[in-house]
């Protein structure tokens, strides 16, 4: 799932309009990541630069990204160079994985001096790097220090250094000689690895469809014949052709439970009906509709590290708490016994002397269990004796009584911070993110720091437009939910939710108007979607009519009771959901 340095070179060339333009605004979602905002002649567009290891990319993007309150150091100090700066060309070296973004931008004198920002897409060693004129290190979104790598340090004030690499083969310039020649020093490797060694800027899945296409099986370099191994070589010249001559085929793949899982910049047939395919118009939308999801819960996920840690704890000490009490319930099930050695030693004072340690006595109340010993304490009479059982099954049986009430309550509470993290998997903005703060202070689980900390204003629940036109409504957490469902709703409108899953409370405003059932299926993959199932082939929704949705006295929020329900098993449809909700 690496971005190759022939599908960046694809992107560089999507990114050439640019050149020209003026940065407008700069900002830093997170850590390792950065938009660049350009104002051109035709309009403005957003490019994104992603330096983290498993999504390090580079791309124009369509989607909002929250801007955060307060700016990062490294963000403050690209304004301070690269605002207002003119973006003069863009370069690659070959298909090096590196992209050179060089600006024309005004100093502190009001000189117009040439910057260079180095985006390196290299997996874990990927980062962003401001370089002079003179290719001196300004400053870079990631550090490395000489204990960190003492073969590339990047630090302020250093030479700017290439990243050493292998000698390797263009794919535009291919030769099947020299690859052949540099297969030979691979013999024991097996050729999809090989392959990828020998040539630049060619990804694993890019090899495994050469080799699948050549009908070969990926084995050892050493046990292919001449015959193969010109197959491999022809299907490679064919693909450097087509390169060559612009012919492109941006397509992603999905696993059969929807869980996006590679990409390249040619058709891949080799996984056959073990993956979906969608295909996509240009490099940079593929990217975009391909990290979009996984950036927005990896900014959540370090906006909201302490509600994650809070919620995995409340959740871990609750199910050990239900646990413990269970326990207990299960002994005070005992608790008959008790009254019953207390009624056997009532009924056989006479034969107990002083100083007896147990009572063997028939047993009157278990025909099947005809003679019992009971343990006495020999320092107490034998009324105090029976008097001591009495009491020990009282204090069971009021023991079963609020057992039962907390291990209830416990399951409710269980349930109710599972649909809090749920609702925090889902955040996409920091204003979710505040509504869930504000809504766990509320309910007692933690203190507000100041009153600076406030909810900022909620945004208003998702929107969707099913393809016949009705309005259909997700709310974006536990409050939200009531709200749409108690107050917003009509008695008339459908509701959804998942069965037994945590998800959000999903609404088709009606209007007075009967949906067909194709909205009805639409909004019941729309609630699935929006819930802990969403990466399930068959999510059961129940769905009734607002009327038979009621909540329980002291009940927490998002919490309801419905009647009437009708069930649905749908799968959740991604495209579906971009879809409706674009409208």
């Known amino acids: 799932m690496a971005l190759d340095g022939i599908y960046l070179s694809l992107v560089k060339k999507e990114l050439e309009p640019l050149v020209g333009g003026r940065v407008d605004k700069i900002y830093q979602p997170s850590r390792e990541e950065l938009v660049f905002s350009f104002r051109l002649r035709g309009g403005s567009k957003r490019l994104l630069i992603n330096s983290a290891a498993g999504t390090a990319r580079v791309h124009l993007t369509n989607f909002e990204i929250e801007n955060p309150k307060t700016p990062p150091m490294f963000c403050m100090l690209m304004r301070k ?12 070296n070959g298909f090096e994985r590196i992209l050179y973004f060089d600006f024309d931008s005004a100093n502190e004198m009001g000189d117009i001096v040439r910057l260079t ?19 001196i290190i300004i400053d870079s979104i990631k550090r490395v220090t000489p204990d960190m790598s003492a073969v590339r340090p990047v630090l302020p004030g250093m030479d700017y250094t290439f990243p050493p690499c292998d000698e390797r083969i263009r794919l535009t310039s291919f030769d099947a000689e020299k690859l052949l020649e540099m297969l030979r020093d691979y013999p024991k490797k097996k050729m999809s690895s090989a392959l990828v060694h020998s040539l630049e800027g060619i990804s694993p899945v890019f090899a495994d469809e050469i080799l699948y296409e050549s009908g070969c099986q990926d084995k050892p370099v050493e046990d292919y014949t001449g015959i193969e191994l010109e197959r491999i070589c022809g299907l490679l010249e064919q693909s450097s052709k087509k390169l060559k001559n612009g012919e492109h085929c941006f397509v992603m793949l999905r696993t059969q439970e929807g869980v996006l899982k590679d990409f390249c910049f040619a058709d891949i047939k080799h996984f056959g009906t073990l993956m979906t395919k969608e295909y996509c118009d240009s490099a940079c939308e593929l990217l975009d509709m391909f990290y979009s999801n996984r950036d927005t819960q990896e900014r959540i996920k370090q906006k909201a590290q302490d509600l994650f840690r809070l919620l995995t704890s409340l959740s871990e000490r609750t199910a050990r708490r239900v646990s413990n009490q269970r326990l207990e319930l299960e002994e005070c099930a005992q608790r008959d016994k008790f009254r019953i050695f207390g009624d056997l030693i009532m009924a056989n004072l006479y034969q107990i002397g002083k100083g007896m340690t147990e009572l063997k006595t028939e047993n009157l109340f278990d025909e099947s269990l005809p003679l019992v010993t009971i343990p006495l304490d020999s320092r107490l009479t034998p009324s105090e004796n029976a008097q001591k059982y ?8 009021t023991a079963e009584k609020k057992l039962t009430a907390l291990i209830e309550q416990g399951e409710q509470e269980k349930v109710y911070i599972a649909s809090v993290l749920d609702a925090l998997n889902r955040a996409d903005s920091e204003a979710d993110i505040s509504a869930l703060r504000e809504e766990l202070y509320e309910q007692g689980y933690i203190k507000r720091k100041s009153a600076k900390n406030k909810a900022v204003k909620s945004l208003p629940p998702i929107r969707f437009v099913s393809d016949d036109g009705f309005t259909i409504l997700v709310g974006r957490h536990n409050k939200q939910n009531d ?24 609404v088709i405003s009606c209007e007075g108007k009967t949906p067909p059932q194709s909205t009805i299926e639409q909004a019941a993959r729309i609630a699935a979607y929006h819930s802990n199932g969403r990466q399930s082939s068959q999510v059961p929704v129940d769905y009734t009519l607002i009327k038979y949705v009621k909540k329980p006295n002291g009940a927490k929020p998002g919490m309801v009771i419905y009647t009437n329900q009708k069930t649905l098993y749908v799968k959740p449809d991604e495209q579906e959901i971009r879809r409706l909700r674009s409208k």
Not at 81 to 92: E, P, V
């Open 81 to 92: 160079h690269l605002s207002a700066g003119k973006l003069n060309g863009i370069r690659q």
């Open 117 to 135: 920002l180095a985006v390196e897409i290299m997996g874990r060693r990927s980062n962003i790097i401001l370089l002079d004129s003179e290719n």
């Open 390 to 397: 009495y009491k020990e099954y009282k204090k069971m049986d």
């Open 483 to 506: 709200m749409l469902t108690l107050k917003t709703a009509q008695k008339t409108d459908l509701w959804f939710h998942t069965l037994g899953i945590t998800g959000s409370h999903t």
